[in-house]
């Protein structure tokens, strides 16, 4: 079992930043790629980005690239999602997830979740 514990969202103006921590515990940290997801009101959950086990590899969705960056500090059993030049459609509950063998977009590819943080850019 790995248990995964989102924080740092809150609320933030347009054109703001965020950064977003996900503590793991209960397993080597450095055997699973992790990734990020949001799901707003009445939407589905949506990939936001991913890395690799070593932080080699990095993935993101369309939609932040250029304004978000996820890395990770496996001395520390953390990922990081920092979060530049805000958009009100960034409003959403974060997700940090974890996959012992996928790095990439599709959540049914995760093993485990976090309870989630939510994040409100207003305008």
């Known amino acids: 079992q790995v248990q995964l514990a989102e924080s740092g969202g809150g609320l933030v103006q347009a054109g703001g930043s965020l950064r977003l921590s996900c503590a793991a515990s209960?397993?080597?940290?450095?055997?699973?790629?992790m990734g990020w997801f949001r799901q707003a009101p009445g939407k589905e959950r949506e990939f936001v980005a991913a890395i690799s086990r070593s932080g080699g590899r990095t993935y993101y969705a369309d939609s932040v690239k250029g304004r978000f960056t996820i890395s990770r500090d496996n001395a520390k059993n953390t990922v990081y999602l920092q979060m530049n030049n805000s958009k009100p459609e960034d409003t959403a509950v974060y997700y940090c997830a974890a996959s012992r063998l996928y790095t990439g977009s599709d959540p049914m590819q995760y093993d485990y979740w976090g309870q989630g943080t939510q994040v409100t850019v207003s305008s």
């Open positions: 209960g397993r080597t940290f450095s055997n699973y790629a």
